[in-house]
């Protein structure tokens, strides 16, 4: 008797902003290969993260190691992403230097 198998699809979905989310949760890839990474057992992450199921975790870290290259360009991505925002945020928010140091003397007089 031979059992027929089938392909399990990988649990990933691309949003619109070109994040990949894991199942029907709202946790991203990368958080998931972070904790893999880390050490973290796919049992711990669902713990962390428990909008995930099990089957999801393993079949992503199992995506994670058969596309290793894949999947560490995209991180590559999003880590350079991250950065470009950051530096737009701190772009455009004001020195607050001056307001610090007036928050230090105010308290330095109340006391």
Do not use: W
């Amino acid at each position: 008797m031979s059992a027929i198998l089938s392909a399990i699809p990988v649990p990933l979905r691309e949003e619109a902003d070109g994040s990949m989310r894991v199942g029907d949760s709202r946790v991203l890839l990368e958080l998931v290969i972070h904790a893999f990474e880390d050490g973290q057992t796919p049992e711990s992450i669902i713990e962390a993260y428990t909008t995930l199921s099990l089957p999801d975790v393993y079949a992503v870290i199992a995506y994670y190691l058969s596309n290793r290259e894949t999947v560490e360009n995209y991180l590559a991505r999003r880590d350079r992403e991250a950065v470009e925002i950051r530096a737009k945020i701190e772009a455009s928010q004001r020195d607050l230097g001056d307001v610090r140091q007036r928050v230090a003397a105010f308290r330095a007089n109340q006391a």
